[in-house]
């Protein structure tokens, strides 16, 4: 049995090299941080770019669901 982990990238350069190459797959992510910092922004991003490639699930407690999908569209 191999016990190299395996990981998924965000589609976000940047992020991916903060998380020293990519989300462990089975893995979850929180994003958290004060308003106005591009939360939304990041998951939404990082979720198109990995819809295909695994289940995604994106929860707001704050972002109704119309807003949500129309921020998507911009991607």
């Keep these: 049995m191999s016990s ?6 965000l589609g976000v ?10 989300v ?13 910092v591009g939360k939304s922004v990041l998951t939404i991003q990082a979720a198109g770019a990995n819809v295909d490639a695994m289940p995604v ?8 669901f119309f807003d949500v999908v129309r921020q998507a569209r911009q991607f």
């Design 57 to 64: 699930v994106y929860v707001s407690t704050e972002t109704r």
């Design 13 to 22: 350069d940047w992020l991916d090299l903060a998380l020293l190459g990519c």
């Design 4 to 9: 190299e982990i395996r990981r998924i990238s």
């Design 24 to 36: 462990p797959r089975g893995n979850w992510l929180l994003v958290t941080g004060e308003p106005g």
